[in-house]
Every structure is written in structure tokens, then in C-alpha cells.
């Protein structure tokens, strides 16, 4: 498959070390890209469940593509959410081509633009709400895991899938107001702050509007995630787009994959060496 080249992509909510994650779709997506600047907005490694007993070959691929895309000349900026802000206590780490920072503030076609990954708002992630936001974490990754297995059984069936965890959040009244209140905390900061656009991922909601209000307005987007929308924020011909990953486009690359058996390439060693780090900080 021939790369796109894309000025910017922002992809958020990998949660890599999940039963949930779609590691697989994330490697297709990243071999078939060619990006100026990659932006990972959160949530990439799940600190909040890493375990060396599940972290398989198709994550550490992930990983691997990741630092395929840099040694080839994309700059790629980690941004840090709740669920790998172990990382946190490293922000504004400069590595060659690499950032690692808590947030990013840069200038695209003279347009200021605010990237973070929204857990601020989040009061569930901190204090003793954590705990239990742990305990719901892992009882999504349980649906998720259910679901998947359920949608293999309705694809034998020639029937088409269906998405619990979706379902659940559209008609639960206090999920739809916390997906809108948080929107609109993050429209007015930027609002305020004069930025024309806002980034953020967080809530798994792939999004793209503008949102005003009696101070002014602003363009909102959300990278949405790879665990039930597999969704990433494109930037090309001086606009941004949502992408939606779609199995039909990657069909002759899994048949491809298939024949060829490829192997984690050489820099699988840096891989290694990187999550190893990931571990121990984790344990800290």
C-alpha cells in the first residue's frame, strides 16, 4: 500500500496493554501514513493495567511502527493522559525528534492550536476517585472483550456488529451531559485563551465543530480512540479531517501480511528497551 502523506495526525486512547486495544488496526493505519508531525494524545500505554503477562507481539509492534515513523523523519510528541501519567513526572523530555510534554501549544497555517488530553476536567481520575475509576477501567476492558467476541460470532453469521460500551453511553442521560459539559469546558478555556482550535482525546468521542459562546467561538475536535472507534484527527490541504479506519481499505495487506510472516524489525531491541523502562517506572 502506498503512504499518504499528511502534514499532521493526532491519535489518542491506544490504551496499549488492554484486551481492548485494536493494536492490529493501529499498525495497518501507522505503516500507511507518511506524517510531518505525529501527535499521541493520551492514554497510549494503559499504566493503569500494564502487566508483563499481556503486553503481546502486535503492541510492541505498535510501539515498534511508532519509532519506524520517527527514524524516518516524522516528529513525534507524546502528550500525557491519566492512564500513562506515570510519565508525567518526565514532561518536557527532548530527544532528538521526540517530545514528551503534558500538553502542546503550536501554530499550524497561522492558526494557534491547543493539544492536550483532557483528563483535567476529569475529577474521576483524581483523589480516592481514582480507585474506582481503576475498578470501572477494568470492567470496560471486560466489556470490550466481551463484545469482541460476541461481533466474531455475528460476522460468522453474516450479520453486522454492534458496539455495547456505545450503546450504553448514548442512552445513559449522565453520560451524554458529561461528554457535552466537557466539550464546553474546553471551548470556553480556549476560547479565552484566544486559540482558534482545541485537540483533545480522553472521552473516546471522535468529534469535529465549532462551539461558541457570548466571548467568542472555536473550532473543537476530538481524536476519538482505537478501542471502539479506531478514529484519528488528520491535518492536510490546510484543513483538519476526521479518519475513520475501515477493514475493507486494508483487506489485500492483511492477505499481504499473511504470506510474508513479517518479523518485529530490527529496532524491535529499542522497543524493548522502551518498554522495559515503561515497567520499571510503573513500579516506581
Not at 510501539?63 to 493522559?81: A, D, K, P, S
Not at 530527544?95 to 492558526?111: A, H, Y
Amino acid at each position: 500500500m502506498e503512504k499518504r502523506h499528511v502534514d499532521v495526525v493526532v491519535i489518542s486512547d491506544l490504551h496499549l496493554g488492554t484486551f481492548g486495544c485494536h493494536a492490529k488496526e493501529i499498525v495497518n493505519y501507522l505503516q500507511s501514513i507518511s506524517p510531518n508531525l505525529l501527535i499521541l494524545n493520551g492514554d497510549i500505554v494503559d499504566g493503569w493495567q500494564f502487566s508483563k503477562r499481556y503486553f503481546p507481539s502486535a503492541h510492541l509492534e505498535v510501539i515498534n511502527e511508532i519509532f519506524n515513523l520517527q527514524h524516518h523523519g516524522t516528529r513525534v510528541v507524546y502528550i500525557t493522559g491519566n492512564h500513562d501519567e506515570f510519565l508525567r513526572r518526565y514532561s518536557d523530555l527532548n530527544i532528538g525528534n521526540f517530545q514528551l510534554t503534558d500538553k502542546l501549544i503550536i501554530e499550524i497555517d497561522g492558526k494557534l492550536t491547543w493539544i492536550f488530553h483532557g483528563d483535567v476536567f476529569d475529577n474521576t481520575t483524581k483523589g480516592s476517585a481514582k480507585l474506582l475509576a481503576k475498578l470501572g477501567g477494568h470492567g470496560y476492558d471486560m466489556l470490550i472483550l466481551m463484545n469482541r467476541f460476541i461481533n466474531f460470532s455475528l460476522q460468522k453469521m453474516g450479520r453486522d456488529k454492534i458496539s455495547f460500551s456505545k450503546k450504553i453511553k448514548n442512552s445513559v442521560k449522565k453520560a451524554v451531559r458529561y461528554i457535552n459539559d466537557f466539550e464546553e469546558t474546553a471551548a470556553s478555556l480556549a476560547i479565552e485563551n484566544k486559540y482558534e482550535y482545541v485537540i483533545c482525546g480522553h472521552i473516546h468521542q471522535p468529534q469535529q465543530k465549532i462551539i461558541s459562546n457570548k466571548h467568542g467561538k472555536v473550532n473543537y475536535l476530538n481524536s476519538g480512540d482505537w478501542i471502539e472507534n479506531l478514529t484519528a484527527l488528520e491535518y492536510y490541504e490546510h484543513g483538519w479531517h476526521i479518519y475513520h479506519y475501515c477493514e475493507e481499505e486494508f483487506k489485500e495487506v492483511e492477505t499481504v501480511k499473511k504470506i510474508e510472516r513479517p518479523e518485529l524489525s530490527v529496532m524491535k531491541t529499542e522497543v524493548d528497551l522502551f518498554l522495559t523502562s515503561l515497567v520499571l517506572k510503573a513500579n516506581l
